[in-house]
């Protein structure tokens, strides 16, 4: 069983990056997705989740409008796309999976990927 996040990068302010989050050993139809972001020196964050029972969408507000979240389950991967990066985007980027329900509650979820680094700077 294993999540795999890919699609970090070094972005310039105001550009855009795609994140995966693979599934490997699971099917995601039955798992909300989180993802969740730490920055150096800083407490892991949540960002985005998209529900399993109906593919509700959450964001935080710091990223509403310019992020978002969608799963394609024929594909067992979720996505998270990000426009108009800022620097205080620049973190870890984590995806992982939970019951049925998004939650920003991380002892909730159940399998965790390795991060993935998003870097903004000019």
């Known amino acids: 069983v294993q999540l795999q996040a890919s699609g970090g990068g070094l972005v310039r302010p105001g550009g855009s990056l795609r994140l995966s989050c693979a599934a490997s050993?699971?099917?995601?139809?039955?798992?909300?997705i989180g993802w969740f972001r730490q920055a150096p020196g800083k407490e892991r964050e949540g960002v985005s989740c998209v529900s399993s029972r109906d593919g509700s969408t959450y964001y935080a507000d710091s990223v509403k409008g310019r992020f978002t979240i969608s799963r394609d389950n024929a594909k067992n991967t979720v996505y998270l796309q990000m426009n108009s990066l800022k620097p205080e985007d620049t973190a870890a980027y984590y995806c992982a999976a939970v019951g049925l329900s998004c939650s920003w509650y991380e002892p909730d979820y159940d399998y965790w990927g390795q991060g993935t680094q998003v870097t903004v700077s000019s």
């Open positions: 050993g699971f099917t995601l139809d039955y798992y909300a």
